[in-house]
């Protein structure tokens, strides 16, 4: 385990899975199977991978006063997580998601921000310190954007590492940006943020170009299977992933995040994080479920000894 500290801020869900064989069309009723419920959230699902993986990691987040949330933060706490900072907030659902997966692993995904919205600046502010002590900051767009932008700017104010993976998908304000030191999107965030579509390394190579000229040194835009273009001010290059059979894709990125800045924290130089954090979201993707398919740091080094 890294002894620098890193501080998770994000969201908490309960997901509601269901199986198809195709995704359902507008009016159509079909029929699905292996229904489940597992816990998930972007800002969980990173922080479980981080703790998972070996940080040394506090998360920041709200839950409801359900059963759920009783539950969420129990099973945090077997994750290697500090959950001091997770609050239980009056009359309010822990955050829920509603996912079809489809035959191909692919997943389509609605959710109600529930508790999640609770994350305010007020509620950041009463966790100032664990930022300002932090080595890195990783955050998400599930919470309310004030307090993403809020939390940025304190980081970076204190010399705490600034990560983003900017998902959902959304236009975000140069003020965040310019005080983002890592930023990680797909190709439909990396298109939203940029305006480039990405189809080829040049696309990917362009769209980094955008973004670094707001400000942001590191940007990782994670392709899928194909891996991820890894730029550093303007010098990039494809760093390919593995090739695994899917089961489904929930969590993949969100896995990825949280083993990539846990080798960043552990010392590894930027390329050889990607490649732990590819091995990580493989194996996620192998498996059902959001954070029931986060591998434990034991399995990613048994994986990357086996695809050396």
Request: proline content about 4%.
């Amino acid at each position: 385990m890294s002894a620098d500290k890193l501080v998770v801020l994000g969201s908490i869900n309960a997901d509601h899975i269901l199986n198809v064989n195709e995704f359902p069309r507008p009016g159509e009723t079909i029929t699905g199977k292996d229904y489940r419920i597992s816990f998930g959230g972007k800002g969980a699902n990173q922080a479980v991978a981080a703790g998972r993986s070996g940080a040394n990691i506090t998360f920041i987040a709200c839950v409801g006063d359900d059963n759920i949330g009783k539950q969420v933060r129990k099973q945090l706490s077997q994750d290697n997580i500090d959950i001091q900072p997770i609050e239980s907030i009056d009359n309010i659902n822990t955050g829920i998601a509603m996912i079809f997966v489809n035959g191909k692993g692919e997943n389509m995904i609605a959710i109600d921000a529930g508790a999640n919205a609770s994350v305010t600046p007020d509620y950041l502010a009463k966790y100032r310190q664990q930022v300002i002590d932090a080595k890195a900051l990783l955050m998400q767009l599930e919470t309310p954007l004030e307090t993403v932008i809020a939390a940025a700017k304190l980081a970076k104010d204190h010399g705490t590492l600034v990560a983003l993976n900017p998902a959902p998908a959304r236009e975000l304000p140069d003020e965040l940006l310019a005080n983002i030191d890592i930023i990680t999107p797909n190709e439909t965030e990396a298109e939203q943020l940029t305006g480039v579509a990405i189809d080829n390394d040049d696309d990917a190579s362009r769209a980094s170009a955008v973004l670094h000229a707001k400000g942001i040194h590191t940007v990782i835009i994670t392709l899928g299977s194909r891996g991820a273009w890894v730029s550093v001010d303007g010098t990039g290059s494809l760093i390919p992933g593995y090739k695994v059979e899917p089961v489904d894709t929930i969590a993949a990125g969100d896995t990825f995040n949280g083993a990539l800045i846990t080798a960043l924290l552990e010392g590894d130089e930027l390329g050889q994080a990607v490649k732990f954090a590819h091995a990580a979201g493989a194996i996620a993707v192998t498996r059902r479920g959001a954070q029931p398919s986060v591998p434990w740091r034991k399995e990613i080094d048994l994986f990357l000894t086996n695809h050396v």
